[in-house]
């Protein structure tokens, strides 16, 4: 699937389905993402200590779906100054955060 396409089809999205791989195998779950060009950004509910997170940290490559579509790619972390304008850029599309979110010391970068 082109890129393109694929990051129309998110325009009117809220979620992605992730996979990340655990002992070999796949395991899928519905996340909040943004997407800043062709970079969706993906935040950790319970930072470092999300169990998909720490699967990502054995094994780079992610996939995310949507509607049928779907990417693979290896993805990377950030923190710092990187880590605070995905924050924000959260909170710009789903409000405060806090109420979901338990730790904001990581994100995810998946550049397509």
């Known amino acids: 699937m082109a890129t393109a396409d694929f990051l129309d ?3 009117s999205a809220s979620e992605v389905e992730l996979a ?3 002992s070999g195998t796949w395991t ?8 800043d060009g062709k970079t969706i950004y993906l935040l950790p509910v319970h930072g470092t200590d999300t ?7 054995a ?14 790619a290896q993805a990377r972390t950030l923190q710092g100054a990187q880590l605070t304008d995905v924050i924000n850029r959260f909170r710009s599309k789903y409000g405060d ?3 979901y979110y ?6 995810i970068a998946f550049t397509i």
């Open 20 to 22: 990340v791989k655990r």
């Open 51 to 57: 169990k998909w997170y720490t699967n990502f940290i």
């Open 59 to 72: 094994n780079p490559e992610i996939e995310l779906s949507f509607k049928g579509r779907k990417i693979r």
């Open 97 to 99: 955060l806090e109420r």
């Open 9 to 11: 089809t998110l325009k």
């Open 28 to 35: 899928r779950r519905p996340v909040w993402f943004v997407v």
């Open 102 to 107: 338990t730790k904001l010391d990581v994100a």
